[in-house]
């Protein structure tokens, strides 16, 4: 109670001071479901930002590969992780902010990475034909797959689709050995391209041999005028 009502009160007013943090964000992208590569290839977690309070963050994972950056960065959606050898399957990474300046903590999100395995490499024997023969290479039948031959550089695809038998058009030329490759595809993913080879053999020219006259009765032998490593075979007209 003021005792002195006619009085005016000493009123003093202290300032308060609010300071309010914003809190740290982290999106750590969306998840991936990649196919296998041999060998492993880096994958670029993309879509990755922070912010907020929180100008880094960090990337931890739970599988075999590695991180091209291990530490705090302020451009996590640069990182890239590479699969270890053979690593198929789903794996996690977390990416962790910074513990940003005052009363907020460090906020972490996840996204995840399936890696599909590719299918086994096919099996496709090498051939060798004579001249005139079918010329045709077979893959091992694989269910479900789609076969793809290409020419000789790896690059050009010759045939693609469900059936695993190639012919050559134009068929390749006699004496000549040409390499293919051939891929399978299962689920969207595609083996690793293994190499055959076509060989055409020259069919050889007619023998040369002379006309013999003998008695009833007699013997004589017929030798055909050699021709390399042929042989001859004989028949009665």
């Given at each position: 109670?003021?005792?002195?009502?006619?009085?005016?009160?000493?009123?003093?007013?202290?300032?308060?001071?609010?300071?309010?943090?914003?809190?740290?964000?982290?999106?750590?992208?969306?998840?991936?479901?990649?196919?296998?590569?041999?060998?492993?290839?880096?994958?670029?977690?993309?879509?990755?930002?922070?912010?907020?309070?929180?100008?880094?963050?960090?990337?931890?994972?739970?599988?075999?590969?590695?991180?091209?950056?291990?530490?705090?960065?302020?451009?996590?959606?640069?990182?890239?992780?590479?699969?270890?050898?053979?690593?198929?399957?789903?794996?996690?990474?977390?990416?962790?902010?910074?513990?940003?300046?005052?009363?907020?903590?460090?906020?972490?999100?996840?996204?995840?990475?399936?890696?599909?395995?590719?299918?086994?490499?096919?099996?496709?024997?090498?051939?060798?034909?004579?001249?005139?023969?079918?010329?045709?290479?077979?893959?091992?039948?694989?269910?479900?797959?789609?076969?793809?031959?290409?020419?000789?550089?790896?690059?050009?695809?010759?045939?693609?689709?469900?059936?695993?038998?190639?012919?050559?058009?134009?068929?390749?030329?006699p004496n000549t050995m040409t390499n293919y490759f051939?891929?399978?595809?299962?689920?969207?993913?595609?083996?690793?391209?293994?190499p055959v080879s076509l060989t055409v053999i020259q069919?050889?020219?007619?023998?040369?041999?002379?006309?013999?006259?003998?008695?009833?009765?007699?013997?004589?032998?017929?030798?055909?005028?050699?021709?390399?490593?042929?042989?001859?075979?004989?028949?009665?007209?």
């Amino acid at each position: 109670t003021n005792p002195n009502p006619d009085a005016c009160m000493d009123i003093t007013n202290a300032p308060a001071v609010l300071t309010i943090h914003p809190p740290a964000t982290v999106n750590a992208g969306p998840d991936l479901t990649v196919c296998q590569s041999v060998p492993p290839t880096a994958i670029t977690l993309s879509g990755a930002t922070v912010g907020g309070g929180a100008t880094q963050a960090q990337w931890t994972h739970n599988g075999t590969g590695t991180l091209s950056v291990t530490t705090l960065t302020s451009t996590p959606a640069t990182v890239t992780y590479t699969p270890g050898a053979g690593e198929t399957g789903t794996i996690t990474l977390t990416l962790t902010s910074q513990d940003p300046t005052g009363p907020c903590t460090a906020v972490s999100d996840t996204r995840t990475i399936t890696i599909t395995p590719i299918p086994t490499t096919p099996t496709a024997n090498d051939v060798v034909v004579c001249e005139g023969e079918l010329q045709t290479i077979t893959i091992t039948s694989v269910a479900g797959a789609t076969y793809t031959f290409y020419a000789g550089n790896a690059i050009t695809v010759l045939q693609s689709g469900t059936n695993n038998n190639f012919t050559p058009v134009p068929p390749a030329s006699p004496n000549t050995m040409t390499n293919y490759f051939v891929a399978v595809t299962v689920n969207g993913c595609t083996s690793v391209l293994d190499p055959v080879s076509l060989t055409v053999i020259q069919n050889p020219g007619a023998p040369t041999v002379t006309n013999i006259t003998v008695c009833e009765g007699g013997r004589t032998l017929i030798t055909p005028a050699p021709c390399g490593t042929e042989t001859a075979s004989f028949s009665s007209a």
